[in-house]
Nanobody, 125 residues
Framework: EVQLVESGGGSVQAGGSLRLSCVASGFTYISYCMAWFRQGLRKEREVVATIDNDATTTYTDAVKGRFAIAKGDAKNTLYLQMDTLEPEDTGMYYC???????????????????WGQGTQVTVSS
């Protein structure tokens, strides 16, 4: 059974930083994509960043230059470093994973078949 468990969320003032972690277990794909999605209040879930087995990354325009997705020294761990946080970054952040079938990782929810329960990020002004 594949499990993804997020942690690291919390409350921070605008301009602050948080680092989210996602620990995966039971995930054995050789070619894979992992991603962070978020869903703000009364907003649809949207992709934040993706990373594949070759460490190629993508970011949504809203977070470019502020967020960084990376795999940890422990290869079953995924991070999202979030700097210069803005109130618009507030939401539930989800870790997602799935097999990689193309040259680029999906940016839609349908492209991922495993999901964590989420960790809340609240940015106050």
């Amino acid at each position: 059974e594949v499990q993804l468990v997020e942690s690291g969320g919390g409350s921070v003032q605008a301009g602050g930083s948080l680092r989210l972690s996602c620990v995966a277990s039971g995930f054995t794909y050789i070619s894979y994509c992992m991603a962070w999605f978020r869903q703000g209040l009364r907003k649809e879930r949207e992709v934040v960043a993706t990373i594949d087995n070759d460490a190629t990354t993508t970011y949504t325009d809203a977070v470019k230059g502020r967020f960084a997705i990376a795999k940890g020294d422990a290869k079953n761990t995924l991070y999202l470093q979030m700097d210069t946080l803005e109130p618009e970054d507030t939401g539930m952040y989800y870790c997602a994973a799935g097999g990689r079938w193309g040259t680029a990782c999906p940016t839609r929810q349908i492209g991922y078949n495993y999901w964590g329960q989420g960790t809340q990020v609240t940015v106050s002004s």
